[in-house]
């Protein structure tokens, strides 16, 4: 009975000592290049009205949710995603607002998926997201944030994929063809199934230019150099103009110099129905999907009342992580540095005011009491293992300080260590 009291369901797991540490300092480093671009953090409550998500808002499908009532009767579900909730807010709280609205957010999300292969079911994600702003500097604006991110986290080796909501929907809403149909176009394009686009659209009759773009769209992927092709393939208004978008936020990304890190891939498919134009994705070695996803949704505020645009990204915090450490790449802790204090009850009134004044001075300081009958030794193997840099122990009127990296220790009185601080 016990032992099955330790277990957590499947799909959500606890993150403790080190890898809490790196999870930490990951945000802290994610969180700093969001304000670094004028975003200003929001909350939204971590459960929610199911409306909210519903298939209006073509977010994640509601046998995805996790639901529940309140006492109402309502139905709620655990956020599967956090943009609609901040959509929702932005109707309430801004409704009048016209300019540019730049907001960042971290919070828990949760998909009631059968968990493989250790996939979770609840996620940490950071975002931002940019409303009342139309311009292809926006979108832009999102890929950028979402490289310095993943540069802040330590990453050196990844690629954002950039896709169109506009240029498959062009295609689609052009084409005189069953919901059947285009389901299953919309099936082989996803996975990439070339063969099985040859063999449907072969007993199908339609335009040359809609066959010729369908039949090659596992290839219009590649560098900007791709766009051009697709160009060529088609007449269609709405394609040649989500290409032009395409190009011109090329040409923003050019300006930062961050050209390098970008693919176009036409053959991207939404995987939530609220986007309408840009599209990208976030990918490194380690992890097989995508560890940041963003793009425009012009419509999706509409649904709670307000017209705007809007674009943002998300970055999935646990996957960067997990990219990390599969790629050995070392978090550094420098900026947690911290230490341990060590008295005993005897010596409470020197204890309280020295930890205070290490405190001031900027030292992340535990103050430990030593239980009696326990050895110092336990406790500097303890805070060791916590990962303390510097243990100090207050005894009487004297302080040691143990060096946890060189094992080297040194004695003061309190009176000269006071003075050092
Ligand atoms: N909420 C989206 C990412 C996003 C944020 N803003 C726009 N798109 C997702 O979870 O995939």
Not at 101 to 130: D, I
Not at 337 to 346: G, P
Not at 351 to 367: N, Q, Y
């Amino acid at each position: 009975m016990k032992e099955k009291l330790l277990h957590t369901p499947e799909g959500v797991r606890d993150i403790y000592n080190s890898e809490c540490k790196r999870k930490s300092a990951v945000e802290k480093r994610i969180h700093h290049i969001l304000e670094l671009y004028g975003y200003q953090d929001i909350e939204t409550p971590t459960f929610e009205f199911f409306d909210i998500f519903n298939s209006d808002t073509g977010t994640v499908s509601s046998v995805e949710m996790f639901k529940f009532f309140d006492r109402n009767n309502n139905t709620l579900v655990l956020r599967p995603d956090m943009t609609p909730s901040i959509a929702r807010s932005v109707a309430k709280y801004y409704s009048a607002c016209e300019f540019p609205l730049r907001l960042s957010y971290r919070g828990n999300t949760f998909l009631n998926n059968r968990s493989y292969q250790g996939k979770l079911t609840e996620k940490t994600e950071m975002g931002a997201e940019l409303i009342n702003d139309d311009s292809p500097e926006a979108d832009a604006e999102g890929i950028i944030m979402m490289i310095d991110c993943f540069l802040a986290a330590g990453l050196t080796d990844f690629r954002i994929d950039i896709g169109q909501a506009e240029f498959y929907k062009g295609i689609m809403d052009a084409l005189e063809a069953s919901e059947e149909v285009k389901e299953q176009i919309h099936e082989y394009i996803e996975n990439k199934n070339a063969l099985g686009m040859e063999i449907l659209l072969s007993d199908l009759s339609m335009k040359d230019c809609y066959r010729n773009i369908l039949l090659e769209y596992n290839d219009l992927y590649g560098d900007v150099t791709m766009l051009e092709k697709a160009k060529k393939l088609t007449i269609n208004p709405r394609c040649q103009a989500a290409i032009a978008r395409l190009e011109e936020v090329y040409e923003v990304l050019k300006l930062y110099g961050y050209e390098k890190y970008v693919s176009f891939d036409l053959g991207m498919v939404n995987h939530f129905d609220y986007y309408t134009g840009i599209i990208f994705r976030g990918y490194t070695y380690g992890t097989g999907d995508a560890i940041g996803k963003g793009g425009r949704y012009d419509n999706l505020l509409a649904q709670f009342g307000k017209e705007a645009s809007a674009s943002g990204f998300t970055i999935l915090i646990d996957d960067v992580l997990s990219a990390l450490s599969r790629q050995n790449i070392s978090i550094s802790l420098k900026e947690y540095a911290y230490s341990l204090l060590l008295y005993k009850s005897e010596d409470r009134q020197n204890a309280i005011p020295l930890v205070v004044k290490l405190r001031d001075a900027g030292v992340r300081t535990e103050l430990v009491s030593i239980t009696e009958g326990k050895m110092l030794e336990e406790y500097l193997a303890f805070g060791k293992n916590q990962g303390a840099e510097g243990i100090l122990y207050l005894d009487g009127e004297n302080v040691t300080v143990y060096d946890m990296a060189s094992g080297e220790q040194e004695t003061k009185t309190l009176q000269e260590f006071r003075e050092e601080y």
